[in-house]
């Protein structure tokens, strides 16, 4: 896997809904529900697609929080589009955490998108690689950590 890529979790595209007139209390709502991205300290390698049920505290999020890091994660603001039997999901704008230069996490190795809207057990949309070779962990405490606007994954 390229530091980056997001990988949906099987279990979450039975849990879908995309657009207003499709509202179902069950469902996780791309267009509707509020999202956070959390920081992980489990490898990308360690966390199958069709992992049972995904759900946010199914994963470790790093420690400690402080460092420019909130426990909890960051918000993400969601766009979602579909052409031609494509759905196109993706980040509206940058997620960044900033270095405070100390006091943050040091394991770091993916993120989880998840909606806190959602209250079933199967919350976890996605899970993004952040390291280069899927095991060394980044550090908030020597630079900034960035998730890119742009296309997170596409469902077609």
Request: charged fraction near 10%; aromatic fraction near 6%; glycine fraction near 10%.
């Amino acid at each position: 896997m390229a530091q980056g890529t997001a990988t949906v979790f099987d279990e979450f595209l039975p849990f879908m809904n995309n657009g207003a007139a499709t509202v179902d209390a069950a469902a996780v709502n791309l267009d509707a529900d509020v999202f956070k991205i959390k920081l992980s300290s489990i490898a990308i390698g360690s966390i199958p697609a069709s992992y049972a049920t995904p759900n946010e505290s199914d994963f470790t999020e790093v420690s400690p929080a402080g460092g420019g890091y909130t426990a909890g994660g960051a918000t993400a603001t969601l766009t979602v589009a579909e052409a031609g039997g494509t759905l196109t999901v993706s980040l509206a704008s940058n997620v960044v955490w900033t270095s405070a230069g100390s006091g943050g996490p040091t394991d770091i190795k993916t993120a989880i998108l998840y909606s806190t809207t959602h209250t079933g057990s199967n919350d976890a949309v996605c899970v993004i690689d952040l390291t280069d070779d899927g095991t060394t962990a980044l550090d908030l405490n020597t630079g900034d950590i960035t998730i890119n606007a742009g296309t997170l994954f596409t469902i077609a």
